[in-house]
Every structure is written in C-alpha cells, then in structure tokens.
C-alpha cells in the first residue's frame, strides 16, 4: 500500500471530532485490508508508532536528530527550523511547509510505501552504538527527501510521537468491531446524531452493497423514517426481514460466518448485549497481550472463538482491572454486594509480577519494567512464591528501617525511577509487598475464578514472611460497624483507606467495574459556581444535567472553568437535590443558548467532591476536576466566597506528592 494512502486516512481521521465519525472512517479502511502484515503495520502506524505497547522499544529519536534530519532533506538550517518549531509548536506543519516549498521537486522521487515508511522508522528506532546517530538521520531524511508535504507532515509527527490525529485506543477497538464483525443497531439509535449534522439512519440509507437483517417493527419504523431514501436503500442493499427466532440463532457476528453487515432490531437492550459481547472480547484480548494489532488480526481471520482462544503471554505485562470508588462504607457495600472482603488499600505502587521459574519480572500499573529497580523485590518472589509460573499483583509499600513503619508513597517513588546505586537504596528504603490477587497460574489464565477462590489460590502459593511477602490484610464482613473499625485502622496504620471487593467477581483486565472499590479519606470537597449546562437526553430529557463548573481568580475576581459535573444529584426525590430542582434554579439565569448548551448567571453554588485534579487545556482555570460530584447545594454561599484558582493550584500540588 502506498503511504499516501494512510495520509488520507489520517486526514479524514483528523478532519472530525466526532468519535462515531472516526471510528467509521477507520472501519472501512480496516475492511478494505487483505494481508496479515500490512494489517498489523497499519494498527501500529495509526496509533503513531512501530512498536507494540507491551515492547520496550520506542521510536524515540532525539528532537535534535528530526531537526537535523529534516535540515539535511530540505537545506535549511538547524537554527532556522528550531525557530521555526517555537513559533509554530508543531515540527509536522513546518515540514509540510518546507516540502511544498522544495524548488526542484527531485525526479527520483520515489513514491513512499506503508512498508518503506515503517521499516525506516523502526530501524531508526533500533540502531545503537557507534555512527548509529548518522544512520537514523540517514534513514528519516531519505523518507523526507521522497514525501510529498503531506506525507512529510506525518512521518515527522510520528517519529516525535505526536501523531495529532485524535485517535486512541477506544475509536481502534470500536472500528475493529466494526469492520469485522455484525454491526449491531436498535430503533432508539437510528434517530440518534451521527456526526455532521446527521442522525444514524441517514447513514444507514447511504449504504451498498451489504447484507441487511431487519428485525420486523423495525423495519416499519425505519419505512417511516423517510421513505424515499428507504426505497434506495433496498434497491442498493440485500435486505432480509428477520423474526426473534432467526436472531437468536443468530449467535456468531463475525462478518466472514454470519455474513450479516448490518443487523436492526427493535429492542435497545438485545442490541446492546449483542454489541457490547464483542466490545467485551476485544477488550479481554487486548487487555491480556496488550497489542491492538494482533487483535485485529485474530478478530480478522478468527472472529469470536479466535478471540475466546487469546492467551496471556508471561512476562508481557496486561492490562490491569482498576477500581471505582465510593464515598461512604454503605456505598461501597452497595457496590460490591454484602458480604464483601476489605483491604488495606496501602500506599505504595502496583506490581505486576510475572514468574517462571527462577526468571522474574516486575511490571507497574502503567506496565513499565521495574525489574532492575527491585532486586529484592525478584529475590523475595524467588523466595515466598512456591508456584512455577505464575503472574500475580499487589501493593508494593516501603517502611522505615528502624521503627517498621510504614511510609507514604513519595518516600519510595525515587527507587522507582532509580538507575544508580539501586543496591544501596534498597537497604535504606526497604520494601515489602502484599500480594491481594493471581491473573494465572500454571499455565492457566484465573481470571474467571471469582475473587474468593483466586486469594485461595493465591494463599496455596505464598509463603508468607512479615515486612517481605505478605497476602494483603483481609476482613470478610457484611456489617458497616466492622467495615468503619477496620477502614480507621487501616487509615491509623497510614494506609489510604480500603478496598471492597466482591467476592464473587472475576478479574476484567483493563477496565474499571466495580468489583473493586476504593474508600478513601475524602479529599476536601470545592465550593464552585455553575456557569453552564446542558440540556439532557432521553428519559432526562427537559433537565439540565450537567453543569460546568468555575472557580474564582482571586487576583482578577475572573471565574474560570473547571470541570463538568453530571453525577451525584438524583433522578427522583428520596433525600437530596433532583436534576429538577437544579434545572428549576438554573432555569430563569440562562442567559445564551446554543444546541444542547446554555450559559447561565453565574449564581448557583454547589459544594463538589472529585477524585483528582488533574491539568487541562480544555478548561479557562488550566485545571480539571476528575469526576466531578455533586455533595449539596450552597445556598448560604455567594458568588465572591466560592473557591480560588489559588487554592486548586495549592490542592494539586498536595496530590502530586501522593500520585505515582
Ligand atoms: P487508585 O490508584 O486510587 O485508583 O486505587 C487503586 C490502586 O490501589 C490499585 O491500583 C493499587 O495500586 C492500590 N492498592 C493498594 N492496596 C490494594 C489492595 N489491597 N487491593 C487492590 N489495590 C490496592
């Protein structure tokens, strides 16, 4: 395939915001691939590198060598380019700019390959040692010196890693489904917007070619939806009504077995179980290998089963499940289910271990390689884990030397980054770890297991040692008084809080669902303005539902953003503010309204709790609050005593110092 080819696409992938747009446009560009090879490449390339996530290479060329790179391909100086790139702050556009400059377009320009373009790039990224720095600057101006502008803007951007096309991993996996397997469609979604100011039916209309299942009542409500394209339609697709019976039967949505394209039934929740099965194995396969582009692979030539059949890999890190969080003991139980078993949620960092053997690898949550930082760590799996091969999790927490206590994150985080003298850090911040869960064991994946019978398994291979390898202290209980004794120890032994975990649940890699949840010591709760909101949908409908939030710049009385909040106010009246009763008191300020959005005086103080501040460019204050929530009203509050930029700033650097 010819480079230029994927430029378009990148094009048409940036060219949209709408996630639903993107995902179409990279399932139809999936679909039209035949080979393996240029499958997988693609993936990669799309995700703007050569190189698995799992792996430990990255492209990773200095900026230094781009510049000179592009220096050598176009001839123009370091200095100019550098100067360039601050003005600008995207190397791609200049690169552009300097290619369709180029006076005399050279007559041995050859076109560029996907697999040119790839192999360059990833022998660039592997070249060590001595002239190895030419060498890359050789193998990317050679790709520069034959792409056109466009082509020019994208490989540089990749080489940086800053592919600026607004793809993640989620629109991959969703246009993975897509271009392989049924696409799922309910009456509800038809009417649904589908980017550009168009609803999903009207895409639907545009099709050809494709086999078409209808379910009957939908068929009519699609007849009714314009009739005239409707016509088209059957005129261009081979459209078949179905009953509940062929649909049941109906159990494989691989495209290349089912050959069904498109599928429309009536009901939104058969719809979305049929839809999200295949969302779910994607997930579960990408979470085990960590690498979209066998994924693409195995849902391309194998489709359900293929995906069924994917295998962790010892010592490629997974993907690990994470947890939510709750605010108070009863919530949590509400989240788990009673009886529950409670953790110390210790403050450390994540390991991931990986065994086989005497061979041992130690993996962060962020599946970073710590191995070398954590020689007693390994030596302590080598120890106290009686398995042959396993991977296994837990907190690792370092403790003060000579009283044993235990010590707060930040106090070990150096070890983590640590290249020098790693012998000598760890007699002087010793660590232990607790282990709270097995993903696989002799060869076996215990995800499935439900939590309770994967501790036992675990219990069976640890040989525990206290302040070296230890299972994570645990309570079993469905009573709120004993979850409040054991979460205040656990906050006096200078633990986080807890963590409840379902007993019965079993591991989902990479997601956050609420098998697990975390209490913590409630992070201090703002005080904010509302100054927008927007209007909600379906059964919230005639609400505003969610409200933009903003400080006060105490040096310039400014109200900045901060944050979008749509949780914590309640549906109907039990205890606590509705979604009516806020939309009552929004209602008369409105002062602009624009599609779903309005602007309102800024008058409404509410009191929100959040899970992190994190930065933002999306929001006027720089900040964001992560899951912003709704505690109560503020009706006592004005406008003038609402809470400081200065004081978020303040609150973020606190948290900096815990977060790793
Ligand atoms: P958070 O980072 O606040 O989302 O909380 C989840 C993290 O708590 C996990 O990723 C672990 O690193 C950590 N943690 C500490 N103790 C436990 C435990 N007993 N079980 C699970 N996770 C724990």
């Not at 993975?176 to 100011?197: C, H, M, N």
């Not at 398994?457 to 302040?467: A, G, N, R, T, V």
Request: aromatic content about 8%; proline content about 2%.
């Amino acid at each position: 395939m010819k480079y230029a080819e994927f430029v378009k696409l990148y094009d048409a992938l940036a060219s949209t915001t709408s996630k639903i747009k993107k995902t179409e446009i990279l399932a139809r560009f999936l679909e039209k691939i035949e080979e393996d090879d240029l499958l997988e490449k693609s993936i990669l390339l799309i995700m703007g590198t050569v190189f698995p996530p799992w792996s430990e290479e990255e492209i990773g060329v200095a900026t230094k060598l781009t510049i000179r790179a592009v220096s050598r391909a176009y001839g123009v100086s370091e200095s100019e380019i550098e100067a360039k790139w601050k003005e600008k702050g995207d190397l791609g556009l200049i690169v552009e700019e300097l290619a369709s400059r180029r006076k005399q377009v050279t007559l041995f320009r050859q076109e560029l390959s996907v697999d040119k373009v790839f192999e360059n790039l990833k022998k660039a990224a592997q070249l060590e040692g001595g002239g190895s720095q030419e060498r890359k600057i050789m193998l990317i101006s050679e790709l520069l010196i034959h792409a056109s502008p466009a082509e020019a803007k994208y490989i540089v951007r990749t080489v940086l890693g800053d592919l600026r096309v607004g793809v993640a991993e989620g629109i991959i996996r969703d246009g993975i489904a897509k271009a392989y397997f049924t696409d799922v469609i309910w009456e509800a979604l038809l009417t649904q917007p589908y980017g550009d100011g168009k609803k999903r039916y009207d895409a639907l209309f545009e099709e050809k070619g494709k086999m078409v299942w209808v379910e009957k009542s939908a068929y009519i409500s699609l007849e009714r939806m314009s009739s005239l394209k409707f016509q088209e339609f059957l005129k261009n697709n081979d459209v078949k009504i179905v009953g509940k019976e062929e649909i049941e039967k109906l159990d494989v949505l691989w495209k290349k077995k089912s050959n069904v394209d498109i599928l429309i039934l009536s009901s939104a929740e058969k719809g979305s179980e049929m839809k999200q099965k295949i969302i779910d194995l994607l997930e579960r396969a990408y979470a085990l290998t960590n690498d979209l582009a066998l994924v693409a692979k195995v849902a391309k030539n194998e489709g359900e089963d293929g995906l069924k059949r994917v295998k962790l890999i010892l010592f490629r890190p997974i993907r690990v499940m994470l947890a939510q969080r709750a605010y108070s003991v009863r919530e949590a139980f509400d989240m788990v289910g009673r009886p529950a078993a409670l953790e110390y949620k210790y403050d450390g960092f994540r390991v991931q271990i990986h065994k086989d053997g005497d061979k041992v690898k130690i993996f962060t949550r962020r599946l970073e390689d710590v191995t070398k930082q954590f020689p007693d760590v390994v030596e302590a799996v080598r120890k106290h884990v009686t398995a042959k091969r396993c991977v296994i999790e837990g907190e690792t927490i370092g403790y003060d030397k000579e009283t044993k206590k235990w010590l707060p994150f930040q106090k070990i985080s150096r070890r983590i980054k640590r290249k020098y003298e790693i012998e000598k850090m760890a007699k002087e911040i010793p660590v232990m770890t607790n282990l709270f869960d097995i993903v696989y064991l002799e060869g076996e994946l215990t995800i499935d297991l439900p939590f309770r019978k994967r501790r036992e398994l675990l219990k069976s291979i640890i040989k525990e040692e206290p302040y070296v390898m230890v299972l994570a202290k645990q309570l079993i209980t469905d009573k709120d008084e004993e979850a409040q004794r054991f979460f205040e120890e656990a906050l006096d032994l200078g633990n986080e809080g807890v963590m409840f975990k379902n007993l019965d649940a079993v591991y989902k890699p990479g997601s956050r669902v609420g098998y697990m949840v975390k209490l913590k010591t409630t992070l201090e709760t703002l005080d904010l303005v509302i100054v927008g909101a927007e209007w909600g949908e379906g059964k919230r409908s005639g609400w505003l539902t969610s409200y933009i939030l903003a400080c006060r710049d105490e040096d310039t009385g400014e109200l900045l953003t901060v944050g979008k909040m749509s949780t914590g106010l309640k549906e109907k009246s039990e205890e606590g503010t509705t979604y009516e009763e806020m939309t009552n008191l929004l209602k008369p300020l409105i002062i602009k309204e624009k599609g779903k959005e309005v602007e309102v005086m800024p008058q409404v103080v509410v009191e929100v709790s959040y899970e992190e501040i994190q930065k933002s460019p999306h929001y006027t204050s720089g900040y964001a609050l992560r899951f912003p929530r709704f505690v109560r009203l503020r009706a006592d509050k004005s406008v003038e005593e609402i809470d400081t930029l200065g004081r978020i700033e303040h609150l973020y650097t606190i948290q900096r110092h815990r977060s790793g």
